[in-house]
């Protein structure tokens, strides 16, 4: 296959991330393909803060530029069109992508009713940003505080860390 067909690019990133988020407690198998109502990765994780584990379900953009807002409501379909087993309460959607979240992004999880989330994770498998509007807090995932740390002390060694009460999640 030819590693800058988009299928190739795409589907890396999707292994990437898996292996990112995977660093942060989070279960995850790779779905992928041409019906898969947008969902590259599913699974649990086994918040802290949540009762049970939450059910995850993720949609990976490998693109170059930033998510537009329309991407945060194109993640909503994905619950309705999720497996059995990943709808109803315990289930948040994560939106993953190369780029920082825009205002436009975030308003657009502030409004959602459904239980989401951004994560900025960097071709080399590096989480540089996290967040989740309120209805993912109210499934489980309040009280968890995202936070930098650095490498070695070096400024450009950056990642994000999750806190539970003070100590690390997962890492």
């Not at 890396?12 to 279960?27: C, D, I, K, P």
């Not at 790779?30 to 918040?47: E, F, V």
């Not at 802290?48 to 993720?58: G, H, N, Q, T, Y």
């Not at 509007?133 to 002390?153: M, S, T």
Request: charge should be positive; include cysteine.
């Amino acid at each position: 296959m030819d590693p800058k067909s988009t299928t190739y690019v795409g589907t890396h990133y999707e292994y990437t991330v898996q292996n990112a988020l995977e660093r942060l407690g989070m279960s995850l198998k790779r779905i992928g393909g041409k019906s898969d109502y947008g969902i590259d990765l599913l699974g649990t994780w086994p918040a802290p803060s949540a009762s049970e584990p939450l059910k995850v379900l993720i949609q990976c953009k490998a693109f170059a530029r930033k998510i537009e807002p329309s991407q945060a409501r194109e993640l909503e379909g994905a619950f309705v069109g999720a497996p059995i087993g990943w709808r109803g309460s315990g289930v948040l959607g994560l939106l993953v992508s190369q780029k920082s979240a825009t205002k436009g992004v975030r308003d657009a999880l502030g409004r959602s009713r459904w239980p989401m989330g951004y994560v900025l994770c960097g071709p080399d498998g590096k989480i540089l940003q996290m967040l989740w509007n309120r209805r993912a807090e109210q499934e489980g995932l309040e009280g968890i505080d995202v936070g930098i740390k650095y490498a070695g002390g070096e400024r450009n060694e950056k990642e994000v860390v999750l806190m539970w009460k003070g100590e690390p999640i997962s890492q």
